[in-house]
């Protein structure tokens, strides 16, 4: 299958396959001239089981590569790359403050305001966690949520981190599931924060329960305000689809991380 026809068929209205430079991506479509991508694994220079486009300078991939790979991707956006030290927490901050702090300051999402933050793009990694882009009406935050950050609030914290309201939010390619089996006690922590829904327990044998992060991210949105109608999720499983997309689940610590870009564009 093509990734035009992995994503899911209610959100291709507003998210499509493309590609640039040789470099495939999904584009989600948002309001005004805000600007979203998520890259795959593919069109770039990296080698073995970094292959190709992996986008970590914290990896063990060859650093020259790396940074080949990034300047790639950087150039899709005509904007500086601002790529924080993501740290599975909650802070949420502008792109241009970022910019002003110590290097590799913990951080896992980033804003970029029409005015304050022109000429950067928010650049945030996933091989599985949950890529999240909010959009408002003079501002986007683009988020990494693993599990631990959407129990935490991150969803909400990224919503707060808006000068306006958000009113659209884009989830990206991330485990999916089918595949992200959890301890007892993981699933009860998603089950009374989220309700019950969100855990598939085991239908026989002694198999995990497993926890759908795509729904309770979903719950979350909802609960900052945003309509489900306004909520897009192209339904691609990262630890499905290790051909196009990095997965810690499937590949383990050596492996590459996937991108999404956001970032405003120039009138």
Known sequence: MTLAERIDPLARPRMRAREFDGIPVIEAALPGPFRALFTTRLGGESQGVFASLNLSPRSEDDPVAVERNRARVGSLTSCRLVSPAQAH????VGAAEYVQEEPDSPCDGL???LEIDKGLAAILLYADCVPLVLCGEVDMAVAHA??????GG???QAARALMGMAGTAV???SIGPCCFTVGDDVAAAFAGRFGPEVVLHPTEGDGLPRVDLWAATARALREVGISPGQIVNPRICTACNTDLFYSYRVEGPATGRH???GWVASS
């Open 171 to 173: 989830i990206g390619p």
């Open 89 to 92: 927490g909650l802070r949420v």
């Open 259 to 261: 991108g999404c870009l």
């Open 146 to 151: 693993g599990w631990r950050g959407i129990l």
């Open 154 to 156: 991150i969803v909400e």
């Open 111 to 113: 804003t970029l305001h």
